[in-house]
């Protein structure tokens, strides 16, 4: 398994290594995509990707990256206001729930919404169709009350955690961590079911 990122490294490499976002980062700005330090961890991996297969060093997102202006927050939020230069703080979160409770009072927040709605957010801003915080209110109410979230297509911890203790209820936190630090050593994708796989192929092999 790669230990270190490097421009000639293949994909596979790539995609089996385990990289935390300023190791990403600090490669990024080596091969020249711009506006890494500007970019979430998946935002860079996808932009690596791409720089590993083609050799082009691209901008990963349409996402605007720079603020200028007055922020939302600073003109005053309210349902109507069209989103221009929002700020994820506890004031523009806090006035999200209080409306969301006010339409609809028996909505409770589930995890990952946050991350689902800011995804939705960017999405209609650069599909040239900026939303009001009304319609951020709406989609937040709409998000809770999902039944359940497709999965993200990205592999992490949280993902590894919830699929162990899927197939054993049993699991400690200790034997989950040791068994993630393990994964992150293997030159496998790091996910629950790669490190199925890798533990029985080696208790085969020491039979």
Request: glycine share 4%.
């Amino acid at each position: 398994m790669a230990h270190a990122l490097s421009p000639t490294m293949t994909v596979r490499e790539f995609e089996n290594g385990y990289w935390y976002r300023e190791q990403l980062k600090e490669f990024a700005e080596i091969i020249g995509i711009p506006a890494a330090t500007k970019l979430r961890k998946d935002e860079l991996e996808k932009a690596i990707v791409v720089f590993l297969r083609t050799g082009n060093a691209a901008l990963p997102t349409k996402r605007s990256l720079s603020r200028t202006g007055l922020k939302d927050v600073e003109r005053g939020l309210h349902l109507h206001l069209r989103i221009e230069n929002y700020t994820s703080n506890r004031e523009t979160k806090d006035f999200i729930i209080e409306q969301g409770r006010r339409m609809a009072p028996d909505v409770r927040m589930k995890s990952g919404v946050w991350y689902r709605l800011n995804r939705w957010r960017e999405e209609r801003i650069t599909s040239g169709a900026p939303p009001t915080y009304g319609d951020l209110v709406k989609q937040y109410i709409v998000l809770n009350k999902m039944q359940r979230f497709e999965r993200i297509p990205i592999r992490c911890y949280n993902y590894f955690v919830a699929d162990f203790l899927a197939a054993d209820k049993k699991a400690t936190r200790a034997g989950i961590i040791a068994a993630w630090n393990e994964l992150k050593k293997l030159d496998v994708p790091k996910d629950y079911a790669s490190w199925v796989k890798a533990r029985a192929k080696r208790k085969a092999k020491s039979r």
